[in-house]
């Protein structure tokens, strides 16, 4: 049977965020995980379906991908289907025409998975790399040392708080508190955790949200973010433990991260909290 381009809509969210679940794996590389379409989930369900596209054949959901921003399509595929020649041309066709209701004209981005036969047309089609991405990865199979912080669980009443030091580590950032509850209606945010960190006078000065992918999965740390009238104090490192202990709780096998790799103060902040550097990753970039 033909694959299938489809538009999940608000009813079939769902699912899927359920396949995304299921294609999380340790022996991975880095891929669209379901707490992607979590914290994309703060502009509202309705929102998030129009955002997200998944190519199917006789029922089953091959690839998903997440329009996360403008020209940038971020792209994952079932693990069995990583060669599949017939996937990977319809895939390049949906993304390369218009019409198709995926990537409009002009500059556009896709991560793709590393390897997948889909970035090598890509490739053939004049698609270049664009600048490195280092993802970072924290085994949860030893227990998590104590963050050596006061650590808080978000929940309703907080959300204003986690808000604000989101904007205040995010330059740019509108995240207001209805955001947050929006994010926290959705699906994916049953297997997540919000935390803040404390300084010793009681100022929130990190935020960070864990997203789950069930028991045995990796988990996903997406953002981190760290007050800027707070920074250079370990702050960021500490709430970083602080969520691989939250994954770890969540039943989680590792977490997992990434950061451009121009952003050196990340990288070393993820390293410093027990997090090892995992091979760079580059989008494919087509110009204007």
């Not at 999940?8 to 379409?37: F, Y």
């Not at 990977?88 to 500059?107: F, I, N």
């Not at 889909?118 to 998590?144: A, K, M, N, S």
């Not at 404390?198 to 981190?224: C, F, I, K, Q």
Request: proline content about 6%; overall charge negative.
């Amino acid at each position: 049977m033909a694959i299938v381009l489809g538009e999940p809509g608000i009813d079939g969210l769902s699912e899927a965020v359920g396949v995304l679940r299921e294609w999380q794996d340790d022996g991975a590389p880095m891929q669209l995980h379901p707490g992607d379409l979590g914290w994309f989930w703060r502009s509202g369900a309705e929102a998030t379906a129009a955002a997200v596209r998944t190519w199917g054949r006789n029922g089953r959901i091959l690839a998903v991908g997440l329009l996360d921003g403008p020209g940038l399509l971020r792209l994952t595929i079932a693990p069995d289907a990583h060669q599949e020649e017939e996937l990977a041309r319809q895939l390049v066709q949906d993304v390369t025409r218009p019409e198709r209701g995926v990537l409009s004209e002009g500059k556009a981005n896709i991560e793709a998975p590393m390897g997948a036969l889909v970035d090598d047309l890509l490739c053939e089609e004049g698609w270049d790399t664009d600048e490195p991405w280092t993802p970072l990865r924290r085994d949860l199979t030893e227990p998590v040392e104590d963050a050596g912080v006061r650590i808080e669980v978000v929940g309703p009443e907080q959300a204003h708080v986690y808000a604000a030091v989101h904007r205040a580590a995010f330059d740019g950032s509108r995240f207001r508190g209805e955001g947050w509850h929006a994010m926290a209606a959705g699906s994916p945010y049953a297997d997540a955790r919000c935390l803040l960190a404390y300084d010793d006078h009681g100022n929130a000065v990190a935020a960070v949200t864990v997203w789950s992918a069930g028991p045995g999965r990796p988990g996903l740390l997406e953002p981190m973010g760290v007050h800027r009238e707070h920074r250079r104090h370990g702050y960021g490192g500490a709430i970083t433990v602080a969520a691989a202990a939250a994954l770890q709780e969540l039943g989680s096998s590792s977490a997992l991260v990434c950061t451009p790799s121009s952003n050196t103060g990340a990288v070393a902040t993820y390293k410093s909290a027990g997090f090892r550097q995992q091979p760079e990753t580059r989008d494919r970039y087509r110009d204007a």
